[in-house]
């Protein structure tokens, strides 16, 4: 069992920045892949960015350049940060810890970001 809590977003000007934070109450957090997605009104859910224990990332080509993802393992926290936001980059942007040996997922609630034009 185990949860996650985001933290960050809001109203954010086009072109500016956004900084979310996702702290994970879960065991053995050196074994999941974090990541981060996104679901805007109306679409389905979608992938920005993820990081590895061992650092990998693998990004979604609409956040290439613009996303920074980093964690730290003692801390058992992940971090986006996103530059040079878009109207479109508004949505509700998930935590998600995924381990794949043995299958285990977690989501977190939630934070939603608005980038006004």
């Known amino acids: 069992q185990g949860y996650l809590v985001e933290s960050g977003g809001g109203l954010v000007q086009s072109g500016g920045s956004l900084t979310l934070s996702c702290t994970a109450y879960?065991?053995?957090?050196?074994?999941?892949?974090m990541g981060w997605y996104r679901q805007a009104p109306g679409k389905e859910r979608e992938f920005v960015q993820s990081?590895?224990?061992?650092?990998?990332?693998r990004t979604a080509e609409s956040a290439l350049g613009r996303a920074t993802i980093s964690r730290d393992n003692d801390k058992r926290t992940v971090t986006l940060v996103m530059k040079n936001l878009k109207p479109d980059d508004s949505a509700v942007y998930y935590c998600?810890?995924?381990?794949?040996?043995?299958?285990?997922?977690?989501w977190g609630r939630g934070t939603l970001v608005t980038v006004s034009a």
């Open positions: 990081i590895k224990s061992d650092f990998t990332t």
């Open positions: 998600d810890a995924q381990q794949y040996t043995p299958p285990r997922q977690f």
């Open positions: 879960i065991d053995n957090f050196y074994a999941f892949e």
